[in-house]
């Protein structure tokens, strides 16, 4: 008790602007963490675990709301006859999330132009079904009650050093134009990139909105946009529709022609680049500019078949094959595909052995799942799946 008064005290000497300091940044932190969004307009990258224990939360609420429906309208145990319940998962948390709700009869997805944090619906205040993490709720707690401290203990050493709140010395303005000059840094680095890829869009007006983005064609490239900015943002501002400049390509679709170098090279000019989808022929060069890609992570490689041309057509440059797979240890992959039925087996384990690799998808290849099982044994920790559509 002796040790606590005095930090009381000290309390009790903060000035006014210390204090209106801390309920700033203490705002700012309750609508950047607790108002949540819907799971499946969420731009952040989840951790696998807290997606499938969300997707299970989604299930299991679904079979509670049909079986509740079934009792009190006296339809057929299986519910054949029954509309199935508007149903959305709502996630809160920065940076972690702590809470997911299942919330039934929800509100149709926004617009876009809605302020996440003016919705009701977003706050958790009620839901059919609950999600909660204890400790990824202290985490974020500790974080934001640490934000808080440190806004205030700025501000209260400011005006201790300076004996004044609007009181200015030279560090004060080197540190202001260091601040500002970070933020026209960051301006002029997305608003450099948003002009470059502007620029590949002919016509500008020949694009289309999706759930995942807007995406864009040109010649022989379609790409598509994603939200590339800090998350923290995006939420204090209840959404980004007002951050466009902080939207660039994260997906290209490529259909290679005599011209494909200039078209490969427009996709190492995009940094955010992490998917890159290869249609027809990818040329065996063509790797080494892929390299070039910081941030690439998922490869579709073209149709592979064992009649298809060794060329690039209109060129004599040479078309990537399977026995070129060990080529793609120059790339950080996590993803590969691989389609056609000039894919066999021991190519699968070629590919399985690239570092880093964690994922294989495999399309109208020769490979069955009998031959597939023992090189999954073998490599436990990519993930191969047989699948008969692309999942990107």
Known sequence: MKHLWPRLSLLKRLHRATWCAMLLTATALVLIMVPGESLYLSLEKRPQPWYDACMELEADTYQQSIDAMCMSEGYPENGSTICPP?????????PSPFLARAVVDAVPFPTGEEISWTNLENWPFSAENWLFRPGAFLLD??????????????????????????????????????????????????????????????????FWTTRFGRSFYSGRMITRQNYEGPQWLRKLLGGDQYLELLYHDDYAE???????????????????????????????????????????????????????????????????????????????????????????????????????????????????????????????????????????
């Open 86 to 94: 508007d149903l959305k998962i709502i996630e809160h948390g920065w």
């Open 254 to 392: 490529i259909q290679p022609g005599a011209d494909w170098r200039s078209t490969f090279e427009a996709v190492t000019e995009r940094p955010f680049i992490e998917v890159v989808d290869v249609r027809e022929q990818l040329p065996l060069e063509a790797v080494e500019q892929l390299a070039k890609c910081p941030q690439l992570d998922s490869l579709i490689l073209p149709k592979m078949d064992s009649k298809a041309p060794q060329r690039i057509i209109g060129t004599n440059d040479p078309v990537f094959q399977p026995q070129h797979l060990p080529q793609l240890r120059k790339l950080t992959l996590r993803t590969l595909v691989l389609r056609g039925n000039a894919i066999e087996p021991h190519h699968v384990e070629t590919a399985a052995a690239l570092p880093g690799l964690r994922t294989i998808y495999l399309q109208g290849t020769s490979v069955t799942e009998e031959e597939l099982q023992p090189i999954q044994r073998r490599h436990p920790q990519v993930e191969m799946t047989m699948t008969d559509y692309i999942p990107f």
């Open 141 to 206: 707690f500790g974080i934001a009650i640490l934000l808080i401290a440190l806004a205030g203990a700025l501000i209260q050493w400011r005006i201790h050093r300076r004996q004044g709140l609007l009181k200015f010395g030279l560090s004060d303005l080197l540190i202001g134009l260091t601040f500002l000059g970070l933020a026209m840094g960051y301006y002029t680095y997305h608003h450099r990139i948003s002009t470059l890829e502007d620029q590949a869009i002919d016509p500008p007006q020949s």
